[in-house]
């Protein structure tokens, strides 16, 4: 069975700066993907980033980066120059093996981030 | 191109009541998700599609009945409601091109059972 881990309830940030959001994940699969979601207050769940597991380079897309670890099993989201639209919480997201889930997401529970001016 | 739609946005249910949750896409994607999010929590599976007229159990299936009625649409069913079934409720699709993944969500649609 498949786990994900977020072990930051919360995390403030002052403008401008980075911030790491952690995400440790547990399978025994070869073969996965890990995905970072934002959802703000409004309530969307919004894209932000994809990594395969057999990808070599970290993702990057615009200001967000995912810093993966595989040995360690860790797919970290990291932030740069925060934007006070960055206050969100944050999920941490693994896909099955793709031959038998068809894309099913395992979701951690989640990291708020409090963006400060 | 809406992308991912939800209907409704917003309903209240009196328990053992029943309703529909809509959901389309005009993606062209072949495989369609229903979650659930309980407050301060992560998504959780409900029903998955792989492709048009195959269904499947997610995580927590109990008190659900789902009907992928073409490429376009898979819809959520309660048939008696209850007040656990209060909740977020998400529909998705996937996609994987060009080495790359997504899974894109509709809004949501928002259900409070009394």
């Known amino acids: 069975a498949q786990k994900i881990t977020q072990t930051q309830p919360g995390m403030f940030v002052q403008e401008k700066e980075a911030v790491t959001l952690d995400c440790t994940y547990d399978t025994s699969d070869q073969s996965y993907g890990l995905f970072w979601y934002k959802q703000p207050s409004s309530g969307e769940m919004i894209f932000l980033i994809y990594q395969g597991s057999y990808d070599e380079q970290n993702a990057t897309e615009g200001r967000y980066s995912l810093n993966f670890q595989k040995a360690r099993k860790s797919a970290n989201l990291v932030i740069s120059a925060s934007q006070l639209g960055d206050s969100a919480m944050y999920f941490c997201?693994?896909?099955?093996?793709?031959?038998?889930?068809?894309?099913?997401?395992?979701f951690g529970q989640g990291t708020i981030l409090t963006v400060h001016p | 191109n809406a992308g991912v739609t939800q209907t409704p946005k917003f309903q209240v249910l009196k328990t053992g009541q029943s309703m529909t949750l809509q959901c389309a896409q005009d993606?062209?994607?072949?495989?369609m998700y229903w979650y659930r999010q309980d407050p301060g929590m992560g998504l959780r599976l409900i029903y998955y599609?792989?492709?048009?007229?195959?269904?499947d159990k997610g995580e927590v299936p109990n008190g659900y009945n789902v009907s992928r009625l073409n490429k376009r649409e898979f819809s959520l069913r309660l048939e008696s409601a209850a007040p656990s079934q209060t909740s977020v409720y998400f529909c998705a699709t996937w996609t994987f091109s060009g080495g790359r993944e997504t899974q894109y969500f509709g809004p949501g649609t928002r259900l409070l059972v009394l």
């Open positions: 993606m062209n994607h072949n495989s």
């Open positions: 997201a693994m896909r099955e093996p793709r031959g038998t889930s068809y894309g099913k997401l395992t």
């Open positions: 599609s792989a492709s048009e007229g195959t269904t």
